[in-house]
């Protein structure tokens, strides 16, 4: 079992920034990958990017060149900078885990981001 707390979410201007944390507890070294993804109202859950367990990272285009995710393995935390933000950023933001060998996907509770014109 793999459990995330995720913290940074609000509301900032159009062109703010925010860091989002999760933190991950529980079987933590049968993670292989962790993500963020958001879903907006009336929408799909999408990915906004990912990062593995040797920090490689791959990004939606959107938010390509915005946004960076990290890790602190110390902290068994996994960061999403969000820089230029947009008003079509606005939405929940998840973080997930991912274990290869059962497929088994983990979700936080989700954080709200808003982003005003």
């Known amino acids: 079992q793999v459990q995330l707390v995720e913290s940074g979410g609000g509301l900032v201007q159009a062109g703010g920034s925010l860091r989002l944390s999760c933190a991950a507890s529980?079987?933590?070294?049968?993670?292989?990958?962790m993500g963020w993804y958001r879903q907006a109202p009336g929408k799909q859950r999408e990915l906004v990017g990912t990062?593995?367990?040797?920090?490689?990272?791959n990004y939606a285009d959107s938010v390509k060149g915005r946004f960076s995710i990290s890790r602190n393995n110390t902290k068994n935390t996994v960061y999403l900078q969000m820089n230029s933000l947009r008003p079509e950023d606005t939405a929940v933001y998840y973080c997930?885990?991912?274990?290869?060998?059962?497929?088994?996907?983990?979700w936080g509770q989700g954080t709200q981001v808003t982003v005003s014109s």
């Open positions: 997930n885990a991912y274990i290869y060998g059962s497929m088994m996907a983990y």
């Open positions: 990062i593995g367990r040797a920090g490689s990272t």
């Open positions: 529980g079987s933590i070294s049968s993670i292989n990958s």
